[in-house]
């Protein structure tokens, strides 16, 4: 377990020293204060996550976790010429699309469950991680991918249908 610990400690250090990474520069600032990134880092992670269970717009912050990281590496993605970062990204905002939907159905019940914010962080944050065990992947590949791959010619028949009658409303229209 120690030896994990002391692996994910590692990971975790060269991730945060990586010139590529948007948090790099702001990391190297923080730690002219004499602390470590490391733990600058830790801090960061523990008043972000007592700010989603006791904080004002909680849900504010959670969704700017959610979605500026993102928004951000899908715009390298578009503009780099490598083709996985793309798909990385795409399945990304497929999973967070339907989380999404789901979740406005959800909402009565979710406000009153007390770390709500902080679970729908760590969720959020489990889909973009640059891991083997990314969950946006995970999700894709084993619940949203066989689903489409069964249903997709019934929801293309569906969508062909209704945009025909859009298509004759609004000939009929002009």
Request: proline share 3%; aromatic share 14%.
């Amino acid at each position: 377990m120690a030896q994990k610990l002391q692996e994910i400690k590692e990971h975790l250090n060269k991730a945060l020293r990586d010139p590529s990474k948007p948090w790099t520069k702001i990391l190297d600032r923080a730690e002219q204060t004499g602390i470590d990134r490391l733990y600058i880092f830790i801090g960061g992670i523990a008043i972000i996550a007592l700010w989603l269970v006791f904080g004002f717009a909680a849900q504010l912050v959670c969704n700017s976790v959610g979605f500026l990281y993102p928004a951000y590496m899908s715009i390298h993605a578009i503009e780099s010429r490598k083709k996985d970062d793309d798909t990385k990204w795409l399945t990304y905002w497929v999973v967070f699309a339907l989380f999404s939907l789901l979740e406005y159905f959800a909402d009565l019940i979710a406000g009153w469950f007390p770390l709500y914010w902080l679970i729908k962080c760590v969720f959020l944050t489990w889909l973009m991680i640059p891991t083997d065990f990314n969950g946006s992947i995970t999700l894709y590949s084993k619940i949203i991918r066989p689903y489409f791959l069964k249903h997709h010619s019934t929801i293309d028949e569906t969508l062909n249908k209704v945009k025909e009658q859009v298509n004759k409303v609004t000939d009929k229209s002009e």
